[in-house]
């Protein structure tokens, strides 16, 4: 932590077996970031070394939790969530880097507007030629469930440098005001991994935020260095948790449609396309993703209890 007793942010970040990415990530933001006081939480999701230790050697003013359980992506963050001390929350992957001290900027788009309470900043991909990877994102489509990342692969040429309110954050790098987790809740863990940014960002508007992309702060991904792009992994948590995104968001004939079509449909078609490429335990995580996404107990986003941090 810096000198401030209380820190303006908080920075929160998952390690599960990534000690190296999250050293770089730590030494980034000790070497860049002055312009506002904060403190630096590294949560160790159960890796298979004691990360949290070999971090707090290092870095004996970083904030280390070691966690004996594997709460995934959510479980992770909400340890971390309950650690921090900062007025401002900054949620970000451990798989990631600044370059550059932007961080005011960020707090400058949460305070321009009282309504205002979550922000990610541009986030570009690590290795060259470094692309955009997020400038915003499109809204979910109504059955399917697709959406788009504005100015994915795009060079950054200015063309992505206006700010705008986008549906939901990204989940690599997005800053939220503390007030907003007494009313919208913490992040939801029965996602796991993926889609959990996505379902919170959609307690906060329905929270009554709004939630804004802003490109004076840019922060650098490298992007599935944990799962792999094509994991059984991410193929049953991606399978699964659509069908819970719909259960617990949508509603009336949106809803049935789009369980319908998640678990028929789309599923067969992906099951197929796995199948046919001898991908048998992909095959194997569609079917089981479809199985645990229809019979898991996910009800509805419960109404918000407020909590206090």
């Known amino acids: 932590m810096t000198n401030s007793a209380i820190p303006d942010l908080s920075f929160i970040t998952i390690c ?13 933001l000790q070497n860049k970031i ?5 403190e630096i939480i590294v949560v160790d999701n159960a890796s298979r070394e004691d990360e949290a230790a070999k971090i707090r050697r290092l870095y004996p003013t970083v904030t ?5 359980v594997n709460g995934g992506f959510s479980g992770g963050n909400n340890i ?20 550059s001290d932007d961080l005011s900027c ?6 321009s507007r009282p309504e205002i309470g979550g922000v990610s900043p541009k986030i570009r991909f690590a290795f060259p030629p470094q692309h955009i990877q997020f400038a915003g994102f499109t809204p979910l489509s109504r059955i399917t469930l697709r959406n ?13 440098d206006t700010p705008h309110p986008t549906p939901y954050l ?67 948590y991606l399978t699964r948790n659509r069908l819970l995104y719909a259960r617990r968001n949508l509603r009336g004939f949106a809803r049935v449609a789009s369980v319908l079509y998640q678990s028929t449909v789309a599923a067969l078609k992906n099951g197929l396309l796995y199948a046919l490429k001898g991908r048998f ?25 407020q909590q206090n941090l």
């Open 16 to 28: 599960y077996n990534g000690f190296e990415d999250t050293c770089e990530l730590i030494e980034s």
């Open 34 to 38: 002055h312009s506002v006081s904060y």
């Open 64 to 68: 280390t939790i070691r966690s004996e």
């Open 80 to 99: 971390g969530i309950r650690a921090a001390q900062g007025k401002y929350l900054f949620l970000i992957n451990n798989d990631t880097y600044i370059e």
């Open 106 to 111: 960020l707090v400058e788009r949460l305070e």
């Open 148 to 160: 788009n990342m504005l100015g994915f692969d795009r060079p950054d040429d200015g063309t992505y």
């Open 170 to 236: 990204h989940g690599a790098a997005m800053m939220i005001k503390r007030e907003v987790i007494g009313k919208a809740g913490m992040m939801p863990e029965i996602f796991f991994l993926y889609y959990e940014e996505l379902d919170w960002s959609t307690s906060m508007t329905r929270a009554g935020y709004e939630l804004w992309y802003e490109p004076r702060c840019t922060v650098f991904h490298k992007e599935s260095r944990s799962t792999g792009q094509l994991s059984r992994l991410r193929t049953y």
């Open 281 to 305: 335990d992909l095959f194997r995580a569609v079917c089981e993703g479809v199985n645990s996404g229809l019979t898991l107990p996910s009800a509805t986003p419960q109404k918000t209890k």
